[in-house]
């Protein structure tokens, strides 16, 4: 009995470990117009918003997506789940196998999506009154554990405060329904990771709880130095308005763990301008505003690691 208990060791001991990253696309449109595009993005009109920035658009942003080489991929800007498809069959042999867009609103432009190399076992989506975008809680399967993640997209910062205040009330009331559960926020919550004038990042901090370990929800840029604190530039000032959060039971030893001091800011030399920053896609501020086939996005990707604990 011994012998046969010590054949099973190896099975016993198996752990897994997965990367799971956020990406702001910037404005993902595709080419069919429904009237609720950016002007910039209408299909064939004086912004040139054709078929060849398009593909050049969706030949970029998969670079990007194949370097990271993450398991789950939440993207932010998306338009809607046939550009998703697009982009992943972009992918060639990286492309994911299980892909995952809401039902979105009809005011809304821009949406959150996944892509997620772990089967997705089920989706719920929250639509905040008067606000254009939900929020999306997404459950996938790993060696028979559910990892839960929330995808986010909150109002940008010239909106008013209280209506990131709605989304992280709303985040709260999910999160409360199933608090058990193993579960990662994550998405460009356009908020600083501690609250700035104004009160920019009261919704994060005071509301969903999130800063350094001790917190409800240990925000993962506490890991790096504040000098590498950012992953999108505006005006020159550095941001951080993509959040990785993780919850509590994801640090006590049991189903599935954050690696520690894994999180990481993702930028390749091609990704950046002559300054470092993020190159965003191009749009010329001369004449009719045209796009120029250039750049991907004025986001950097943020990525974790996770890994399953053996039983």
Known sequence: MRFISFLFIPLVLFSLEFKVATYNVENLFDLTRDGHEYEE???????QWNVQNFEKKIVNISRVIKDLDADIVALEEVENEKTLQKLNLALGDKAYPYLFFPLKKERSSIESALLSRFPITSSESLMIKDQARGIHKVSVKIEQKTLVLYLNHWPANKEKVEERILY?????????KAPKEEYIILGDLNSPYKIGKGDWGIALVNVLKAGEKGFVHYNLWYELD?????????????????????SQSLSDNKGIEYKQASFSVFKKA??????????RWQISDKGKGEHL???????LPISALFKTMPF
Not at 41 to 47: F, I, R
Request: net charge positive; aromatic share 12%.
């Open 41 to 47: 993005y209408t299909p064939h009109n004086k912004h």
């Open 168 to 176: 992280a009330v709303a985040l709260n009331g999910l999160i409360k």
């Open 226 to 246: 504040e000098s590498e604190r950012y992953s999108h530039v505006f005006f020159k000032k550095k941001g951080t308005l993509d959040h990785i959060l993780i």
């Open 270 to 279: 091609y990704m950046l301008d002559e300054k470092g920053n993020p190159l």
């Open 293 to 299: 086939g250039i750049g991907f996005s004025d986001h």
